[in-house]
């Protein structure tokens, strides 16, 4: 059943409030509206008003979490499924050299994450998240079609040759046109998560009431539990579909994520009737640009000083899918400008006459929320440029390593990330059930730690996974070097992979989610799935990083007498260099993400060290800094 949001009016006859995009009927009379709504405006609260008598049952909530976070798991299950082995399939299969195929990964991987962006823009401005989505999930499954049929018929991949001629460089590579069908794929696919993935939790959230207690205890497990399903899945595509990829047949093991995905598909339209429908309201980027120009066009008179701002700066009531009344503030003051009233600005209504020359508070302050938000998004960068090396140069090591299980079972190589998946599926549960509630007593914080503690955490692990990649790396050569053998694999067990492998699982529970609830929460209320899209767009950035130092290292580390540290035969290269490199870009990274999480000022706050409602998260960062400066040291 769907709940319109557009239908509101200011009269004694029933009207609408609206909360996070979602709307709820209530009957009020116009004069105690116009007072309540004048007080939060005063007050700069975010207090809706709302009769909870008259709220009427709506559809959604956890009825429809099964289909949504289905939908998201199965998407999630074909790209990532595809992803684990990606790199043995692209050097043993189209017999791609390990930096080319690395390469190849980063560049899809950008891609892939870089979309959100757009597929947000789409769904926040113009269609809707649902429809976003239902066409997505389409392109998903057309890619996934495409990339199977590489595997499948014999006229779209290079002809097989031995791991003897791979390994001497003597295969067959691909042709134009089969690279181009596999692009094709790789393309389509990311046309699917550009559209999945920005609006997935986006979509859930709108599902719950946040006006009550329950729908506020819903929202803040969903974003952990919403996680915790689909990376517990994954250990079924990093472990049985590797496995079949690896030693029984790569179009069936590439089929399995398409039936998948097909499957994922059908469960999402079957729950169309249950879900709570929020629509488009037009571009949220062209109010931004509006504060930036008015400013500019204002940019020589003087602000008065502080004090009350009634009568001096254009406050409308609140309309649309905004519900947070956010007070002006003096962090870039310089924008404030776009909300002074001069003469001849209003209109006798009390609106503006030219959105270009004079803007709102609220515009005003959504845009500080995005300015303050950037920083904070690029330390995330380089924070995640250790998880993508999990699915290239992890993959090299344990090609080169004893994989034996026993005498006749061999791990696949692609399989080894399934050990951060286990990591990941056991802490959240613990985290979210037992240590969130036991640190919420100690620090008074609806989530026990803050938000930018949380990143700060991960970044630490992040940094800490590569120094252990980069040791183990070391013992791992010289045991080559030591006992060779003829394709060049280390007398040592693949399981010293997991420590490092560990450390990226504690990285990921605590960086990428708390990216994730920092994005949606930061954001303007009716911004939140390119809110969430900003997230992805990390990740593509650390691909593109990752591309870019590969490359700069694969031609400046090169010497005549020397091969270069990531040459194809990685016993003759310096992989722990490599590893350590990205370590040492970790600690600047962490010192920098120090320094503007001691800075940044959340949404809604007059001043730092304000105090706060816990539904935003408010953090005491100076703590932050203590935490993760003994965590450093340790």
Not at 247 to 271: A, D, E, K, Y
Not at 275 to 300: C, D, I, N, W
Request: hydrophobic share 40%.
């Amino acid at each position: 059943m769907a709940v319109n949001d557009h239908n509101r009016k200011q009269s004694s006859s029933p009207s609408w409030l609206c909360r996070s995009a979602r709307c709820f009927q209530i009957v009020t009379s116009s004069k105690a509206s116009t007072m309540e709504k004048e007080q939060k405006q005063r007050d700069g609260k975010d207090l809706p008003v709302l009769n909870t008598a008259t709220t009427r049952k709506r559809p959604g909530g956890w009825k429809a979490m099964p289909f949504i976070i289905g939908n998201e798991t199965f998407e999630r299950l074909a790209t990532f499924g595809l992803l684990a082995n990606f790199m043995v399939y692209l050097t043993r299969e189209f017999h791609m050299d390990q930096v080319s195929a690395s390469n190849v990964i980063n560049i899809w991987s950008g891609v892939t994450n870089f979309a959100p962006l757009v597929g947000a823009f789409i769904s926040d401005a113009y269609v809707g998240r649902f429809p976003t989505i239902a066409f997505a999930s389409l392109a998903s499954l057309l890619g996934m079609v495409t990339v199977t049929m590489t595997a499948w018929m014999a006229q779209l991949h290079p002809p097989p040759c031995t791991p003897q001629q791979n390994e001497l460089g003597q295969c067959k590579g691909s042709t134009t046109a089969q690279l181009g069908v596999l692009l094709l794929g790789l393309g389509f696919l990311s046309i699917g998560s550009g559209g999945i993935r920005p609006c997935s939790i986006p979509f859930g959230v709108d599902q719950f009431d946040p006006t009550t207690d329950d729908g506020q205890k819903g929202i803040n497990s969903f974003f952990n539990w919403y996680y915790t399903t689909f990376t517990v899945v994954l250990l079924f595509t990093q472990t049985i579909v590797v496995y079949i990829q690896d030693s029984v047949s790569w179009s069936i093991g590439f089929g399995i994520p398409t039936l998948c995905m097909f499957l994922s598909i059908i469960f999402f339209f079957v729950g169309t009737n249950i879900y709570v429908h929020v629509k488009a309201e037009g571009s949220p980027l062209s109010g931004l640009a509006q504060v930036f120009v008015a400013a500019y066009k204002k940019r020589q008179i003087q602000l008065p000083a502080d004090g009350d701002v009634d009568g001096i700066f254009y406050d409308p009531p609140l309309k649309g899918a905004v519900f947070t009344k956010l007070p002006l503030t003096d962090h870039f003051r310089f924008l404030n400008k776009a909300a002074f009233i001069q003469e001849n600005e209003l209109k006798p209504d009390g609106t503006s006459s030219n959105q270009w020359r004079l803007c709102s508070i609220q515009q005003v302050e959504e845009l500080k929320c995005i300015v303050r938000i950037i920083p904070i998004w690029i330390s995330g960068i380089i924070s995640l440029t250790s998880m993508t090396q999990q699915g290239t140069f992890t993959v090299s090591q344990a090609l080169k390593m004893d994989r034996h299980l026993g005498p006749h079972f061999q791990i696949p190589a692609g399989s080894m990330g399934v050990i951060s998946l286990i990591i990941i599926g056991l802490w959240l549960p613990f985290y979210d059930r037992f240590l969130v509630p036991a640190l919420r007593k100690v620090t008074k914080n609806e989530g026990g730690i803050s938000l930018l503690q949380r990143i700060g955490i991960g970044t630490v692990f992040s940094i800490l996974s590569m120094v252990v990649a980069g040791l183990v790396e070391r013992v791992r050569r010289a045991s080559a070097i030591q006992n060779p053998q003829p394709l060049g694999v280390a007398p040592m067990s693949v399981m010293w992979l997991a420590p490092q492998l560990i450390l990226l699982g504690f990285c990921e529970a605590f960086n990428i989610i708390g990216q994730i609830e920092f994005f949606n929460r930061q954001f303007p209320d009716h911004m939140r799935s390119i809110g969430n899209s900003l997230f992805s767009c990390s990740f593509a950035g650390a691909s593109y990083l990752s591309s870019l130092v590969v490359t700069i290292v694969h031609h400046v580390t090169r010497t005549h007498a020397h091969p270069d540290w990531l040459t194809n035969d990685i016993n003759y290269g310096r992989l722990d260099y490599f590893y350590f490199l990205i370590a040492g870009m970790g600690v600047l990274n962490l010192i920098y993400f120090l320094y503007c999480a001691n800075r940044y000022r959340y949404k809604g706050s007059a001043q730092i060290g304000d105090d706060h409602d816990d539904s935003h998260h408010v953090d005491h960062d100076h703590a932050l800094v203590l935490e993760l400066s003994n965590s450093n040291k340790a």
